[in-house]
């Protein structure tokens, strides 16, 4: 069974940058891709982006200007920062793994990141 | 960008019930839709995929059908663990959700 597990700071100050980082457990991260994606508390679920193993990115395009993700196989973590932060990032975000690019078949239980001063 | 619009919003119905929810893409996304169910502080839980393939140890009661901008989600006979909230998800062009369909207990 594979498990995924976010870790990273609970509260960012705006115009910092937001730092998570997902261990994963149980399964190789050299396949598959593994993906970021977020929800601000009581709304929907928005795609932030995902990573092949090999490196290759694909993000939102509404959110690609601000958005980087890595992976380190020799860890088996991928990592996710988002820059100049505002209230607006404020959110659920959920790390999680797809077979085919962007259907999730696996999710972390998901870290609250808060964006205040 | 495509958007999702989900109806209803909110659906009340009894243990037992036939529901259907309704997913409608801004532009034809092919069969490229997915559907999630997600508990009050749980992560979401893949049920359909490309439209009508149903996950491996999901229940049978689960079903998707459509292709084009219009994709429907029905549950046959609605029972207890069901009652949540519902996405649907277009992975044609990068991805979006749907805004949700609260399934409560009527």
């Known amino acids: 069974q594979v498990q995924l597990q976010e870790s990273g700071p609970g509260l960012v100050k705006p115009s910092e940058t937001l730092s998570l980082t997902c261990t994963v457990s149980d399964a190789s991260i050299s396949s598959y891709y593994w993906n970021w994606i977020r929800q601000p508390p009581g709304k929907g679920l928005e795609w932030i982006g995902y990573i092949y193993y090999s490196g290759s990115t694909n993000y939102n395009p509404s959110l690609k200007s601000r958005v980087t993700i890595s992976v380190d196989t020799s860890k088996n973590q991928f990592s996710l920062k988002l820059s100049s932060v505002t209230a607006a990032d404020t959110a659920v975000y959920y790390c999680a793994r797809s077979p085919w690019g962007i259907v999730v078949d696996y999710w972390g239980q998901g870290t609250l990141v808060t964006v205040s001063s | 960008d495509i958007q999702m619009t989900q109806s209803p919003s909110t659906l009340s119905a009894s243990v037992g019930d036939r529901v259907t929810i309704t997913c409608r893409a801004s532009?034809?996304?092919?069969?490229?839709l997915a559907w999630y169910q997600q508990k009050p502080g749980k992560a979401p839980k893949l049920l359909i995929y490309?439209?009508?393939s149903l996950q491996s140890g999901v229940s049978s009661r689960f079903s998707g059908s459509g292709s084009g901008t219009e994709f429907t989600l029905t549950i046959s006979s609605l029972q207890p663990d069901d009652f949540a909230t519902y996405y649907c998800q277009q992975y044609n062009s990068y991805s979006t959700f749907g805004q949700g369909t609260k399934v409560e207990i009527k």
């Open positions: 490309k439209a009508s």
């Open positions: 532009q034809s996304i092919s069969s490229w």
